[in-house]
């Protein structure tokens, strides 16, 4: 596994976009935040774990592939808790190209890196701070990913160093931020907003997970965490809503299998749901950049 950490890669020039940081300023100032050939980067993030996080930046970036025929990354930045081999059904390690760096693991259309994929199964990542901003490091430049119009990141749940460092260190174009309907979670996703506005990285809306159970017997849904409360904070806070995902069966057993419900049922209402918020995702990011493109450009 050292092999694959001793990977560094060097870059100069460019300036930043969207997010910034006195970090970036001061220690990055000679070296692009982009990432070579990729187009846009997205994080998919909570303020809290158990929200479905994970499960949604995997849906998200198998239907930008797939129904929206775009060319797809998805980096697992989760490091302590990496579920990404698993939801994707990716085996065996990635492979070292000839510029020593790693190749990502593809399954449904998509290319992704995951910490997951680099140590054994089960086994804990016991590392501090500075091993963890190495490993995110390695994981985002030290991959060969190609030409892609999207790379989705899927962030580490909280508002931390990991998250901040991640928000600075590379071009963000924008960030989903996934809720439940539960006042609890909104709490910490009003947090995740505010750290991400902290950084200068948009939101790009969001998006309220398990919105509801709908029994399969009679169909009358039911509102387990609540009903409505990602909405009523989006508007609160004036950010875009992006959608609803409710809670159902057919989205666990996929994670567990590692075939997304977006491949294994196409034509169901979640799919369909999940294939909205890609649409929506899309549409933000062309808005996004179309003001950008009318700034002012400073470098620094």
Known sequence: MNRFFNIITKKVGGFRGYAAGA????????????????????????????????????????????????RVGLLDADVYGPSIPTMMKLHGKPEVSEGNKMIPIENHGVKCISMGSLVEKDAPIVWRGPMVMKALEQMTRGVEWGQLDILVVDMPPGTGDAQISMSQRLQLSGALIVSTPQDVALMDARRGVKM??????????????????????????????????????????????????????????????????????????????YCDVAHKVINRLHELAADQHIRPVITL
């Open 23 to 70: 970090e970036s300023k001061n220690s990055f100032n000679v070296r692009s935040l982009k990432i070579e050939g990729v187009t846009d980067i997205i994080a998919v993030a909570s303020g809290k774990g158990g929200v479905g996080k994970s499960t949604t930046a995997v849906n998200l970036a198998v239907s930008l592939a797939n129904t929206c025929q775009l």
């Open 196 to 273: 991400f506005s902290k950084v200068s990285v948009p939101i790009l809306g969001l998006i309220e997970n398990m919105s509801y159970f709908k029994c399969p017997h009679c169909s009358k849904p039911s509102y387990i965490f609540g009903k409505g409360g990602a909405r009523k904070t989006a508007d609160e806070m004036g950010l875009g809503f992006v959608g609803e995902i409710p809670l159902e069966e057919e989205i666990r057993s996929g994670s567990d299998e590692g075939v997304p419900v977006v491949i294994s049922q196409p034509d169901s209402a979640v799919s369909k749901a």
